[in-house]
């Protein structure tokens, strides 16, 4: 599986925002990766230094519209910590 196919997208809220200032990252990733290949993934991808990956199945959430119901898709997220003496990812500098 290659990098960019288990990194899907970065996950934005505000916890996740709190969080960058320490180095740690919030990735949307895929369901069947295990946190080697998305340690793996990140330093090849942005050129970092990983300590540690942590990572949540969500299940999805119900949802209604009018009548019909049904759930939003199950997603995995990893949250990432780089190491102290790693550089930043250039694409979260803007945004703290």
Same mark, same amino acid.
């Given at each position: 599986m290659k990098e960019r196919?288990?990194?899907i997208r970065?996950?934005?809220?505000?916890?996740?925002?709190?969080?960058?200032?320490?180095?740690?990252y919030v990735? /949307?990733?895929?369901? !069947?990766?295990?946190k080697t290949e998305i340690k793996l993934a990140i330093e090849k991808l #942005?050129?970092?230094q990983v300590e540690s /990956?942590?990572?949540? !199945?969500c299940r999805g959430k119900l949802k209604r519209m009018g009548r019909n119901?049904? #759930?939003?898709?199950?997603y995995k997220k990893a949250i990432v910590q780089l190491k102290a003496d790693?550089?930043?990812?250039e694409f979260f500098d803007s945004l703290s």
């Open positions: 196919d288990i990194i970065p996950l934005l809220s505000e916890k996740s925002y709190a969080d960058i200032a320490t180095k740690k990735f /949307v990733v895929d369901k !069947n990766s295990n #942005f050129d970092v /990956v942590n990572t949540v !199945n119901e049904g #759930f939003t898709p199950n790693s550089k930043t990812i």
